[in-house]
C-alpha cells in the first residue's frame, strides 16, 4: 500500500525506502473515476474479442487460413485487454509501481510479446490476402489451414523469443544497476543500439512489407471490381470466378481498413520508442501507449461493421444456440469471404 500523508505531506510509493520514487496526489473521487474507466475497458476487450474467438473457433465454415490469422490477432488483443490494460491502468492511476522489478522484466516482455505477435499477424494477412487477390488460381495450393496453423505457431515463437532477447539485455531484471530510476517506477528503457535495431525489425521492415503489399492489393482489387462491372451492364454472364474475386477483393479492402487502424495506433509507440523520455512529456507519452492499447477493442467493431459471419455466429453465440449439438455446422458465411 502507499503511504497516505495529509495534503502538504510528500507522499512516497515506498516509505521505507530511501530511493522511493514521490507519488502524484489524486483526490479519491478521480482515482475511483480512473479505476471505472479502465476496469469497463478491460471488460470490453476482452468480451468483444472473445466473441471473436468463440465464433472461428466454433463453427466449422469459419476455419479458413484466413480466419485463423484473425483468431491469432484476437488472441493478442484479448490479453491486452486482460492483462496490459488493468495493470497499465493501476499504474497511470496510482503512479506508483508496486509489482516489483522482477515482474516489471516479465511485464515488459509480455507486452513487446503482443505487440510483435500482433504486427506479424498483419503482416500475415497481408501476405494472404495478396495471394488471394493477385494469384487467386495459386491460393488453394500456397495458403492452406495448416500450413498457415504452422506459421502462425512460429510467429508467436519467434516474438517470444525475440523480446526474451531484447528484455534480457535492456538490463529489466537487473534493474539495480540502472541510474536516475528511483523504487517504484517501471519505466521504458532501451539502449541506442536496441532502440535502432527493434525500429527495423519490429515496425519499418514489417510496415513496409504491409503497406507495399496493400497497394498492390487495393491496384488490383480496382482492376477486378472494373472487369466484373463492366461485363454485368453489358449483360453478360458473370462466373462463379469472378464472383469470388470481387469476394476476395472485398475482404481485402476490409482487412485493409484493420492494419490502417492498427498502424494509426501503432505509429505513435515507435515515435516514444526512437525519440526518448526526454524529448516526449509524459502526459503525452501516456496518451500514445493508450492509443495503441486501446485498438485491441477496435478490430471486433470492424468485424461488426463489415463482416456479416461476425454478426450472425454473435447472434448464436448470445441466445447461447451454439449450445446445441448441431451448431458448429451450421452456414454462418454469405459468401466466400464475407
Given amino acids: ?52 474467438i468463440i465464433s472461428i473457433s466454433h463453427f466449422k465454415k469459419l476455419h479458413t487460413p484466413t480466419n485463423l490469422l484473425i483468431l491469432s490477432l484476437a488472441v493478442a488483443d484479448m490479453l491486452v485487454g486482460l492483462i496490459i490494460v488493468p495493470i497499465e491502468g493501476i499504474k497511470l492511476t496510482a503512479t506508483c509501481w508496486y509489482f516489483g522489478d522482477s515482474f516489471c522484466g516479465l511485464y515488459s516482455m509480455f507486452i513487446g510479446l503482443l505487440l510483435s505477435a500482433s504486427l506479424c499477424n498483419l503482416a500475415l494477412v497481408a501476405i494472404d490476402r495478396y495471394v488471394a487477390v493477385c494469384h487467386p488460381l495459386e491460393y488453394p495450393q500456397k495458403i492452406t489451414t495448416s500450413r498457415t496453423l504452422a506459421i502462425v505457431c512460429f510467429s508467436w515463437f519467434w516474438s517470444s523469443a525475440y523480446n526474451i532477447l531484447f528484455i534480457t539485455h535492456n538490463g529489466y531484471f537487473n534493474r539495480s544497476s540502472i541510474k536516475d530510476v528511483c523504487y517504484g517506477q517501471c519505466p521504458f528503457l532501451v539502449s541506442f543500439a536496441w532502440s535502432v535495431t527493434d525500429l527495423f525489425v519490429s515496425f519499418l521492415v514489417p510496415c513496409t512489407l504491409i503497406i507495399t503489399l496493400y497497394l498492390r492489393i487495393f491496384y488490383i482489387a480496382q482492376q477486378h471490381v472494373k472487369v466484373i462491372n463492366s461485363l454485368m451492364k453489358s ?67 470492424v468485424y461488426a461493421f463489415f463482416y456479416s459471419w461476425f454478426k450472425k455466429s454473435v447472434k448464436h453465440i448470445l441466445t447461447l444456440k451454439i449450445l446445441q449439438q448441431a451448431s458448429p455446422l451450421v452456414n454462418i458465411t454469405v459468401d466466400y469471404h464475407s
Avoid at 30 to 49: A, D, I
Avoid at 236 to 259: D, Y
Fill in 1 to 52: 500500500m502507499a503511504y497516505e500523508t495529509e495534503d502538504d505531506e510528500t507522499q512516497y510509493c515506498f516509505p521505507a525506502v530511501n530511493s522511493s520514487c514521490i507519488k502524484t496526489k489524486r483526490s479519491t473521487h478521480e482515482s475511483n473515476v480512473m479505476y471505472v474507466f479502465f476496469s469497463l475497458l478491460s471488460v470490453w476487450t476482452v468480451f468483444l474479442n472473445l466473441l471473436v
Fill in 235 to 301: 449483360g453478360k454472364h458473370v462466373t462463379e470466378g469472378s464472383a469470388r474475386r470481387k469476394s476476395e477483393s472485398k475482404a481485402a479492402l476490409t482487412l485493409g481498413i484493420i492494419v490502417s487502424v492498427y498502424l494509426f495506433c501503432w505509429i505513435p509507440y515507435y515515435i516514444i520508442s526512437a525519440a526518448g523520455d526526454t524529448l516526449i512529456p509524459p502526459t503525452t507519452a501516456n496518451s500514445l501507449m493508450w492509443a495503441l492499447y486501446c485498438n485491441s477493442s477496435l478490430n471486433p467493431l
